[in-house]
């Protein structure tokens, strides 16, 4: 009886320790399977054809790990470096493509950042100096792209050389998953009990203040306080890091419901296939944004800075422009 008790218990546990294993390594009587990396979700999305340097040598990307989205072509001699604030990233590829036909001379000598204009200006004054990760470069400027205002702002600073030029202008919309699961309908419902908000960063992005604006006109400073104040403290709205390439990235990974951003970029979305949508903002309650650009006080390449400067209105940069639902700027200088 003593024995068959024993060997019974033995071969409980032996079980037991078998049921351990197997659901340590997944379903019961299943192999160890890890999660599939979905490599796509993460940036850069446009598969390195926004890098126009001729010779990529080792292609070593690894998405959100080592990816450096914002950071585009060649540091080694380049002939024009182009600072613009992240509001049309997904559109420099065309541009550059459709500058170099203008001026073969410089295909694969464009250099192009886009991280938020604010973080662009504390480069710039930190002696165009930046450290990503581990590494550290410095790369001076030939002009410098952000809203009108903040252009104009780092003119005053002494930064920029005069004329500043606006070329298009830009909306908002609200960017939503693909189907619309938490059934946003206007600006308000950003305002929501239980709806998870990503918004811009008031803390460097030109967008946050476009942001405020429209919720303060459709729902007075009370939905600006909500989505701002209240619901950051309570953890329903999660304010970007980098700039509002984040937006989607924690809309496709289920972290938010909604997100003011610019309507371009939904329409980017849309077009390289993410599960992406969008809510029109009245126009009422809309802000439109105006860019501009204006050469660097010392551009090494003032030349070319000079040309792209007024490629930007062309008929060939507007074209790119407008595929992504910009505008050209029809006011005065």
């Known amino acids: 009886m003593k024995r068959n008790l024993q060997i ?12 351990a294993v197997s659901v340590q390594a997944g379903d019961i009587g299943k192999p160890v399977t890890p999660p599939k990396y979905q490599e796509t979700l993460f940036p850069p999305w446009q598969h390195g054809a926004n890098n126009p340097a001729l010779y990529k040598g080792l292609n070593f990307t690894v998405p959100e790990v080592d990816d450096l989205p914002d950071f585009h ?14 509001n049309y990233y997904f559109a420099m590829a065309p541009l550059v493509k459709a500058f170099e036909a ?12 886009t991280l938020p204009p604010g973080l662009l200006l504390k480069q710039m004054q930190a002696g165009n100096t930046i450290t ?22 780092v003119l005053k600073k002494g930064l920029l050389v005069a004329p500043v030029v606006p070329y298009v202008t830009n909306d908002l919309t609200i960017m939503v998953p693909k189907g619309n699961p938490a059934g946003i309908k206007s600006v308000a419902d950003l305002g929501k009990p239980g709806i998870r908000v990503v918004m811009p960063n008031p803390k460097w992005e030109g967008i946050a203040a ?45 972290l938010a419901d909604a997100g003011i951003t610019w309507k371009s970029e939904a329409l980017f979305q849309e077009e390289i296939g993410h599960p992406i949508s969008y809510v029109d903002i009245a126009p009422r309650n809309n802000t439109t944004a105006v860019y501009a650009i204006a050469m660097v006080r010392g551009a090494p ?26 505008k050209p700027y029809m006011g005065k200088h």
Do not use: C
């Open 73 to 86: 072509g060649n540091l080694d001699n380049p002939k024009l470096v182009i600072f613009v604030g992240g």
């Open 301 to 326: 390449h003032p030349r070319w800075a000079r040309a792209w400067i007024k490629f930007l209105r062309s008929a060939a940069a507007l074209k790119v422009f407008e595929h992504y639902g910009f």
């Open 102 to 113: 203008k001026y073969p001379q410089l295909r694969g000598r464009i250099y192009s950042e």
């Open 8 to 19: 019974g218990l033995g071969t409980l546990l032996l079980a037991l320790a078998g049921m």
């Open 132 to 153: 990503v990760g581990n590494m550290t470069w410095t790369i001076a400027p030939d002009v410098y792209a952000a809203g009108l205002g903040r252009v104009r702002k």
């Open 210 to 254: 476009r942001a405020m604006s429209t919720l303060r006109k459709a729902g007075g400073k009370a939905l600006e306080q909500n989505v701002y104040v209240t619901k950051v403290q309570n953890g329903q709205t999660v304010l970007t890091h980098i700039h509002h390439r984040q937006t989607p990235l924690f809309l496709m990974q289920g």
